[in-house]
C-alpha cells in the first residue's frame, strides 16, 4: 500500500494509524510534516469498520439513483446546502465562473432538543425511499467523527500544544457528512468536474473514490493526481485549520478534474468528511504560529460561524 500511494502524489509517504498507540510522537511528527508540506496527509491501516463504509455508500448509491423529481422533494432552498439535496449544478467554486458537475447530500450533527447550537445548525432530513439511510449514514458520521478527533491530538502535538487542545474547540462543531456523485460527462467534455478550491472548515477526512480525479496544487504550481488505494483515508488541512495556524499548515487548492475518455461513462462517488469547529469558537491566530518571519496575517478574530456564513456566500451555496 505505501508503495503505491507514494507514487501517485510523490513525496507523500502514507502513514500508518497503527503507529498512533505504539508510538504517538512518532505518529504526529510524520502526520505534521505531511500537513506542513502539502497541506494533505494519507492515512493507511485506518481501522474504520469496512462494513459501515460499504452500507453507507450503498445507500447514497441508491439515494442517487432515485428519479431527479424524488430527489429535489429533499432540496432545501435558503438552507446553503447545509442539509438535504443540492441538486447537480448549483456548487461554484470560489472565483468560478463554472458550476462543478456534482449534486450531493449533506448529513449533519444531531443535536438534542433544546441545544443551543440548533440557532445555526439545522436537523438533518432523511429520505422516505430508503428505510435504513439514516442508521447507515449517522454510524459513518460517527466514525469519521471519531477519526478527525484522533488527527487533531496528532496536529495538537506537531503543533506543540496540549494533546487535546483541539477537543472543546470541535465538541459540538458544525462538521458535515458530504455524499458526492459527480454523474457520467460526454467523451469530449471540456473541464473539469468540480474547480479549483479550498475547504473551509478545519480538517476533511476523505474516503477513497472509486473513479481517479483529485489532484492537489503542488508548491511549484503542478497538479499532482491524489489516488489512495482502497483502505486509506485522505486528510486534508481546511481554511479555518490554516487561519489559526497563521499559515503553517497549509490550506491547498485541489479539484477533481474529468477522467481519461474512456472513463467518462462511468459515474464518480466520494464521501468527504468536513470537520468544523463549534459555531462559537473564535478563530484567533495562535501565538506560537507568529514569528518574525510570518507575521500574524489574521490580527482581526473572527467566529467560525461568521467565517463560514462568509465562505458559502462566496461559493454561491447562500
Known amino acids: 500500500m505505501s508503495t503505491s500511494a507514494a507514487a501517485l502524489l510523490p513525496g507523500i509517504e502514507p502513514v500508518s494509524m497503527s503507529r498512533y498507540d505504539l508510538d504517538f510522537a512518532d505518529f504526529a511528527e510524520a502526520l505534521g510534516g505531511s500537513?506542513?508540506?502539502?497541506?494533505?496527509?494519507?492515512?493507511?491501516?485506518?481501522?474504520?469498520?469496512?462494513?459501515?463504509?460499504?452500507?453507507?455508500?450503498?445507500?447514497?448509491?441508491?439515494?442517487?439513483?432515485?428519479?431527479?423529481?424524488?430527489?429535489?422533494?429533499?432540496?432545501?432552498p435558503g438552507g446553503g446546502g447545509a442539509r438535504g439535496y443540492t441538486p447537480f449544478g448549483i456548487e461554484t467554486a470560489k472565483g468560478g465562473s463554472h458550476v462543478d458537475l456534482k449534486e450531493f447530500w449533506h448529513v449533519g450533527r444531531e443535536l438534542p432538543e433544546g441545544h443551543p447550537?440548533?440557532?445555526?445548525?439545522?436537523?438533518?432530513?432523511?429520505?422516505?425511499?430508503?428505510?435504513?439511510?439514516?442508521?447507515?449514514?449517522?454510524?459513518?458520521?460517527?466514525?469519521?467523527?471519531?477519526?478527525?478527533?484522533?488527527?487533531l491530538r496528532a496536529i495538537a502535538r506537531d503543533l506543540g500544544l496540549e494533546d487535546g487542545f483541539f477537543e472543546p474547540t470541535v465538541k459540538d462543531g458544525n462538521s458535515v457528512l458530504r455524499l458526492l456523485h459527480y454523474p457520467p460527462v460526454p467523451a469530449d467534455a471540456p473541464g473539469v468536474r468540480a474547480g479549483a478550491h479550498e475547504d473551509i472548515n478545519t480538517i476533511t477526512l476523505l474516503l477513497g473514490a472509486e473513479e481517479a480525479g483529485l489532484e492537489v496544487l503542488d508548491r511549484d504550481g503542478r497538479w499532482?493526481?491524489?489516488?489512495?488505494?482502497?483502505?486509506?483515508?485522505?486528510?486534508?488541512?481546511?481554511?479555518?485549520?490554516?487561519?489559526?495556524?497563521?499559515?503553517?499548515?497549509?490550506?491547498?487548492?485541489?479539484?477533481?478534474?474529468?477522467?481519461?475518455?474512456?472513463?467518462?461513462?462511468?459515474?464518480?462517488?466520494?464521501?468527504?468528511?468536513?470537520?468544523?469547529?463549534?459555531?462559537?469558537?473564535?478563530?484567533?491566530?495562535?501565538?506560537?504560529?507568529?514569528?518574525?518571519?510570518?507575521?500574524?496575517?489574521?490580527p482581526e478574530p473572527i467566529s467560525s460561524h461568521d467565517f463560514l456564513m462568509q465562505r458559502l456566500r462566496e461559493i454561491k451555496l447562500i
Open 35 to 76: 500537513f506542513r508540506r502539502y497541506g494533505f496527509a494519507v492515512l493507511s491501516d485506518h481501522g474504520l469498520d469496512e462494513p459501515v463504509i460499504e452500507e453507507a455508500i450503498d445507500r447514497t448509491k441508491a439515494f442517487f439513483a432515485l428519479p431527479d423529481e424524488v430527489k429535489r422533494r429533499y432540496h432545501m
Open 117 to 151: 447550537f440548533r440557532a445555526v445548525m439545522a436537523d438533518n432530513v432523511w429520505p422516505a425511499e430508503i428505510g435504513d439511510f439514516r442508521d447507515k449514514l449517522l454510524a459513518l458520521y460517527d466514525a469519521l467523527d471519531a477519526m478527525g478527533g484522533k488527527v
Open 224 to 298: 499532482l493526481p491524489i489516488n489512495p488505494p482502497p483502505g486509506a483515508l485522505v486528510v486534508n488541512i481546511g481554511d479555518m485549520l490554516q487561519r489559526l495556524t497563521n499559515h503553517v499548515l497549509p490550506s491547498t487548492s485541489h479539484r477533481v478534474v474529468n477522467p481519461a475518455a474512456e472513463r467518462r461513462g462511468f459515474s464518480r462517488y466520494s464521501t468527504p468528511f468536513f470537520l468544523h469547529f463549534a459555531p462559537d469558537y473564535v478563530i484567533e491566530t495562535l501565538p506560537n504560529c507568529v514569528t518574525a518571519e510570518n507575521p500574524n496575517r489574521y
